[in-house]
């Protein structure tokens, strides 16, 4: 039963459509990573400066 499932779902998203959704998640969330990444690191070193 899975497998036929299975292969029903890659018959409806080709592996082709797969890796570009993927690109496009990998791409998506890299920015946003960064941008997260970035304010944390701007909040850490307000914390510090205000400190001393």
């Known amino acids: 039963m899975d497998e036929k499932k299975g292969a029903r779902f890659f018959l409806k998203f ?7 959704l993927l690109k496009v ?3 998506g969330l890299i920015p946003i990573l960064n941008l997260i990444s ?4 701007l ?10």
Do not use: Q
């Not at 909040?43 to 001393?52: C, L, V």
């Open 14 to 20: 080709p592996l082709t459509n797969l890796n570009a």
């Open 25 to 27: 998640i990998i791409f």
């Open 38 to 41: 970035f304010g944390y690191i």
């Open 43 to 52: 909040f850490a070193a307000r914390n510090i400066y205000e400190k001393k």
